[in-house]
């Protein structure tokens, strides 16, 4: 492969330091075998929760260590959200890149403080947000410092607790000359409407191919050992225990995609 791939993959939020051990040693060698480059992804705290109910996290510098504890170990990348700007720093000391969540992807200040970090910073495109804003968005970060910026599609509202992704946002994003992510999880869910926000993860394996086909730098995948049991997102995390075979499909498709390019 000329051109390497990226691979943001994890839990949706840090539970314990078990299960972040149990899915980092089930992606690595998966990662490896496809040659995508990894990048660990959990949250060490969720700021944004449907309901005032929804499990935000163990403790962020506990959560922290943890990533860092078992990324470290396994010689792996790390990344995690952020949500306000005192966070950037905190949150840098134990990880290799920040992530900008869609519905902050405007924040000024979050994202000057992100890139004054001189980490990667991924942003997420607003579901809001028309795709060739988000040039502007990675500019402020690009411009604080950040050594990288990426830009990750992950669906735009339609209507009431539904998204849809249009793909023609990854080619106009592309425009911008950074890589671009699409995040093959939460485009597929169905925001709010309950105490967690649904989702229709039998639709993820055909939209990520999809993304494929378009030409993509990365994509992310949250996934966890028990969906249905995981404290976020849990009706769009893949089953960990399935995420082999999706990620060689994917590999199989790129080397397809590359050979046309």
């Known amino acids: 492969m000329n051109k390497s791939f990226t691979l943001i993959a994890g839990p949706c939020v840090i539970e314990s330091k078990d299960l972040l051990s ?29 309901s005032i109910n929804g499990f935000t996290g163990i403790g962020d510098i506990e959560a922290l260590e943890y990533l860092r504890d078992i990324s470290t170990l396994h010689g792996v990348k790390s990344i995690t959200d952020i949500h ?7 949150a840098a000391d134990f990880v290799d890149a920040l992530q900008i969540p869609a519905f902050l992807c405007r924040q000024t200040e979050l994202l000057q403080a992100a890139g004054a970090t001189g980490k990667i910073v991924n942003i997420k495109k607003g579901q809001f947000l028309a795709p060739d804003d988000m040039g502007k968005q990675a500019e402020k970060s690009l411009k604080a410092g950040a050594s990288q910026v ?19 946002s990854l080619l106009i994003m592309r425009e911008t000359g950074l890589p671009i992510i699409y995040d093959a999880t939460h485009s597929l869910q169905l925001p709010g409407g309950g105490e967690q926000s649904g989702g229709l993860r039998q639709y993820i394996k055909p939209l990520a191919r999809a993304a494929m086909s378009v030409g993509i730098d990365g994509i992310f995948i949250e996934t966890h050992p028990k ?11 893949y089953p960990l225990s399935e995420i082999k075979d999706f990620l060689h499909e994917l590999a199989e498709l790129r080397h397809v995609i590359n050979s046309f390019t």
């Open 84 to 90: 306000e700007s005192h966070e950037a720093s905190m």
């Open 150 to 168: 990426w830009l990750t599609e992950r669906g735009s509202t339609f209507g009431y607790h539904d998204l849809v992704v249009d793909f023609r």
């Open 227 to 237: 969906p249905e049991k995981a404290m976020s997102d849990s009706a769009t995390q």
């Open 22 to 50: 149990e899915v980092l040693e089930t992606l690595l060698p998966i990662a490896k075998e496809c040659e995508f480059d990894l990048i660990f992804k959990s949250s060490y705290r969720k700021a944004n929760r449907t």
